[in-house]
């Protein structure tokens, strides 16, 4: 029993933790939704609610307290009528305008429709009140176009609670209206001219239920059709990346065998011709350099290789902290016994990604090593993992090392540059092509005396991006 309901929890959990869209997915369904269907009902709306409080005398014989609730509600509509005004001009021009903007109005919109319609259905006859059908229309429209799991699941639950709140008031002011009738002697005729029926309990506890299980249904129902998009967008994705290193395989075979061939003849002969000339000693010693700088160069193209990723793989969906965890395994291995700290902060609800694990590695290992060599073995690394607002996988590792000179910094990451007697200056510099290859970016940040912070943010979902 508690097993089927930790699953439950854990389903509801993953709904929950469903990351967002990509901008472009949400920017089209506002177009559709807002821009194509719900300004046009709203204009005719404004139309009729502009002639219905503002020209029509169909509201009269109101006592006191009815027209200071139309009053209000003309009042609130001046203001409604301005926020959708301004909510247009966004929405017909989003293209030119920043995602969040466009996600900020329609969220207001979206609580100011429901606030407007429980308005209305306050005025109109409370729980008795036909307005009553347009609330769930107005939660499959909240669904379709917010795509956040707590703010959409937010403006559903205030839209079924200020229908509610519209129906609790509506007693207690039509029993103010009573009383006041009773106290002035003054007749007063309903906007409908009959007075409205009580609804049973069980009605409006039915009512509020469904609005609740509609909200909750448009959301599974969207979490579904998002994943479902994702599948085949990752399935198209896959496609690409693993075409690509086929071909990224072919060319390195291609390179292999057209350079370092020709480096070993010349290698060989080189050798051959130092045997044979033994008596020229400037030849001897130029010939030791010929077979030097050809070891030498040897030597870079191998590293280049590994440094241009020019290798076959297998694109795979891979867990960003189970490969950090794997990293930091062979960067500080048990059997060395470092004096190193390793402090690891994992955000929640990391997503996979898909590409080659060998990249990943090398960018994780290359990183942790660095660390670990700058503190000479002793210190202590802090790892953090979290997910940005734009969707981005930003991992940060820093050390409490001697920091990074301000004139070393933005050199950093290029090729053959290196502060170390032996190092050859490609570490950072695959750790930033690493990155990029999949859309990414790597940067540092460090104050001297005050340790290095190594940043590398990559996409959830990304395009392998070969250089020329």
Request: net charge neutral; proline share 4%.
């Amino acid at each position: 029993m508690l097993t089927r309901v930790g699953d439950w929890l854990k389903t509801w959990r993953d709904l929950l933790d469903a990351p967002p869209p990509e901008d472009s997915v949400f920017l089209q369904r506002v177009a559709f939704v807002e821009r194509g269907v719900a300004l046009p009902a709203k204009m005719v709306l404004m139309v009729v609610m502009l002639y219905l409080l503002f020209v029509s005398n169909w509201f009269r014989n109101l006592t006191p307290l009815q027209e200071d609730a139309w009053n209000l509600l003309r009042t609130f509509f001046l203001i409604y009528f301005c926020s959708n005004v301004g909510a247009s001009i966004v929405v017909w021009g989003m293209e030119e305008l920043s995602a969040r903007l466009v996600e900020r109005v329609v969220y207001s919109v979206a609580l100011l429709d429901s606030i407007f319609l429980a308005a209305l259905t306050l005025v109109t006859g409370g729980f008795g009140s036909i307005l009553y059908w347009l609330f769930p229309g107005l939660i499959l429209r909240n669904a379709a176009v917010i795509p956040r799991a707590d703010v959409q699941i937010m403006v559903n639950v205030s839209v079924a609670g200020f229908y509610a709140l519209a129906g609790i008031l509506y007693p207690i002011l039509e029993g103010a209206e009573k009383e006041l009738i009773e106290s002035t002697g003054r007749g007063a005729v309903l906007s409908s001219g009959e007075d409205v029926a009580r609804e049973p309990m069980e009605s409006l506890v039915l009512r509020l239920l469904l609005l609740l299980l509609l909200a909750a249904c448009c959301y599974a129902l969207q979490v579904l059709l998002d994943r479902r998009r994702r599948e085949e967008a990752e399935a198209q994705e896959y496609a690409v990346k693993h075409h690509q290193l086929q071909a990224a395989g072919r060319l390195a075979a291609e390179i292999a065998h057209q350079l370092k061939n020709p480096l070993g003849i010349i290698n060989n002969a080189a050798y051959t011709l130092q045997k044979t000339v033994k008596e020229g000693k400037t030849i001897t010693q130029q010939i030791s350099i010929i077979r030097e700088e050809v070891s030498r160069s040897d030597r870079i193209l191998t590293e280049l290789m590994g440094y241009a990723q020019l290798a076959e793989g297998k694109v795979e969906r891979l867990s960003v902290t189970d490969e950090m965890d794997r990293a930091i395994g062979e960067a500080f291995p048990a059997g060395v016994n470092y004096a190193v700290e390793v402090r690891r902060n994992y955000g929640p609800a990391i997503p996979t990604l898909l590409g080659q694990r060998g990249h990943l590695a090398e960018i994780f290992i290359n990183l942790l090593t660095n660390a670990r060599e700058s503190m000479e073995g002793r210190g202590r690394v802090e790892i953090s993992i979290r997910v940005t607002p734009d969707y981005e996988v930003e991992v940060r590792i820093r050390d409490s090392g001697p920091g990074i000179p301000p004139e070393v910094l933005p050199k950093l990451f290029d090729a053959y540059f290196t502060t170390k007697e032996r190092g050859t200056g490609l570490g950072l510099a695959i750790v930033k092509h690493n990155s990029e290859l999949y859309g990414g970016t790597a940067r540092a940040e460090s104050v001297l005396g005050q340790g290095a912070t190594f940043i590398v943010t990559l996409p959830a979902r990304s395009i392998m991006r070969f250089r020329r």
